[in-house]
């Protein structure tokens, strides 16, 4: 009987050895799936984080973009109103009529002339690229020069007025401030 013990307890060691190596290994598989989910986390992280930034600096962008519009506004409503004296009596009707319907802007509107922005803004891209153009679809004029009806005429014009603008900040290679520029060019 004791020279079958140690058989049994050799054969036991030896299973708790076999159990024992293989949860070892079970527990290195799982380390090493949560490690790589870990991994994948953390670049997930740190793309989600790359996003958010770049969305506060767009957004940033834009209200100071909302600003120096607004403040352009209240400007050409100076303008508008220092001017407005000097003139006939039936073009001021008309102008006031004009500056009326100007205020009256609707999203279509609006829409249009965020598409006539970007096609420009994409056509600079291409000619900047240098890539051959394929020609606008037929009644489709080119974006930096938008068609002015009565109905969108101020409108229109100062749709032509960003986009110059736009075109100024992509041949000077910076879309930030571009004070130094307006003030040179300033002859009055």
Known sequence: GSSHLPQQLKFTTSDSCDRIKDEFQLLQAQ????KLECDKLASEKSEMQRHYVMYYEMSYGLNIEM?????????LNGICAQVLPYLSQEHQQQVLGAIERAK????PELNSIIRQQ?????LSQLQALAL??????VGLQPPSLPAVS???GLLSLSALGSQTHLSKEDKNGHDGDTHQEDDGEKSD
């Open 132 to 137: 051959p153009l394929t020609p606008l679809p």
């Open 150 to 152: 009565a109905g969108t």
């Open 67 to 75: 600003h120096k519009q607004a403040e352009i506004v209240k400007r």
């Open 118 to 122: 970007l096609q420009a803004h994409q």
């Open 31 to 34: 380390y090493h799936s949560l």
């Open 104 to 107: 009256q802007v609707t999203a």
